[in-house]
Structures are given as C-alpha cells and as structure tokens.
C-alpha cells in the first residue's frame, strides 16, 4: 500500500489472529470420570428423540410384501435434479406404483414442495408415476409438504385422510410414520432399501437432529405452514377407483 504523493510504500498491517485456549482435560481422576459421564449424558440426550421415533413407529414398519391393503399410498418429496425425481425420490415413487399394481392402494397422495413456481416436486412426481402406469386421477397432489410434520397434518386435516401406507427411505421412515400417527393417521410405513452411500449415511445423520425438532412437533401439534380450505381430491379419486 503507498502513501499519497511520498511514492514509499508502507507497511501492512498485520491481521490481528483469535488464539483459543488449549483445551485441556482434568487432571484429577474424579475431574475426568465427571467429564466422560458430561459427554456420556449428552450423546443419551442426543439420541432420545430418535428412538423414541422408533419406538413410536413400533411394529408399524415393513416392506411393499409387508404392507396392508388399504386406499391411499403416500409418499414424501425428496428432491429434484433438473426438475426430474432424485434417485432417492424415484425410488420411493416405484415403490408406491408397486403397491398400487398389487392392489395395496387405489389412490397416491404425492406431497412435496412448490413453493417457488420454479420448483414442483408433486408435479414431477406425478409425471414419473403416470410414465408407470399409474392412472393420473389416482394421484392426488398436495402442494405444500414443505416438511415431514406439515405433509401428515395436511394429509389428515385438507385432504381427509384416516389411514395410509407411507413410503421413505429406512432412515426416514420411523420419523415419518411416528409423526403421522402423532397427527391422527393410521399409518404403517414402507421402508425403502438405499446401497450405504454418502446420501444413505448423510440421511441418517440429518435424521438426529431432525427428531428432535419432530418431537417438540408430536408434543406441541404445531399448525403447518400453510394449511388452507379442505380438499376433495382424495375422496374424488377413490370414488373413480370404485371405492
């Protein structure tokens, strides 16, 4: 940097560098007992609402074999890539075709999120199930799943429904299944298997802090965040299936 007009330069001012104290463990053997049981405790805390997600599922998770019959089929978003189902999205949405082609559902119930006009997850999840040979008025889609809490309570509360068979990937499905059964469904949930990849182990990571969160949402039964007036698609298409 040079000074105005004296053409020297002058010298930078060195960045001042935040120094954190090293951290040190007790040295005292009740100090480091006290410290291992300090962490112990936090790790159980940590992982209290995930299993109690499990729990809350209880025997109510299987595979498309496992699945009762019922009427609706429901399958949560996961994402898009160039407006197309991610794979992991894609294969929830085979699974929900199988069920519907073996008879275990009349009706999908897609919900994801559109809340930007360009991105339309039950839009193309719709298309992906339609390419498979699922009717288009059997699928019903629900605009405003932005979260796992919001697509049971709208299920439930907009769209009429009691009982359902959700489809998510295993890592997943606990937490989904829990919570709509929190909101007032009677659900059983179909696990889909994944390869462990990074996405798997990422999923199941997220999945801890992300119960924690779906537990203050089974206690405290937060509104979503849209809700809306009623809808009859559902109840539309089931009466076009036959019901």
């Not at 007992?33 to 998770?61: E, I």
């Not at 275990?104 to 719709?126: F, H, I």
Request: with cysteine; net charge positive; charged share 25%.
């Amino acid at each position: 940097m040079r000074a105005a007009g004296d053409g020297r330069e002058r010298p930078r001012p060195r960045r001042a560098r935040l120094r954190l104290p090293p951290l040190r463990l007790p040295r005292s053997r009740r100090g480091r007992r006290l410290a291992v049981q300090g962490v112990m405790a936090l790790c159980v805390l940590a992982l209290l609402p995930a299993t109690w997600m499990r729990l809350g599922a209880g025997d109510r998770v299987g595979t498309t074999a496992d699945a009762p019959a019922g009427e609706v089929v429901m399958v949560f978003g996961a994402g898009l890539w160039k407006g197309r189902p991610t794979p992991y999205l894609a294969h929830r949405l085979d699974a929900a075709a199988e069920l519907y082609r073996t008879g275990k559902a009349k009706v999908v119930l897609v919900t994801g999120d559109n809340s930007r006009v360009e991105y339309d997850e039950p839009d193309a999840m719709r298309t992906y199930l339609t390419e498979r040979g699922v009717p288009d008025d059997r699928i019903v889609s629900d605009y405003a799943g932005f979260d796992s809490w919001d697509s049971c309570v709208r299920a439930k509360k907009i769209f009429g429904v009691d009982r359902a068979v959700l489809v998510s990937q295993g890592f997943h499905i606990h937490r989904a299944t829990t919570l709509c059964r929190s909101a007032g469904i009677d659900a059983y949930g179909v696990g889909v298997d994944e390869p462990r990849d990074a996405t798997w182990y990422y999923g199941g990571a997220r999945e801890l802090a992300a119960s924690g969160k779906a537990a203050l949402e089974a206690l405290f039964r937060p509104d979503p965040h849209f809700l809306g007036p009623q809808e009859g698609g559902v109840a539309e298409a089931l009466a076009s299936a036959g019901r």
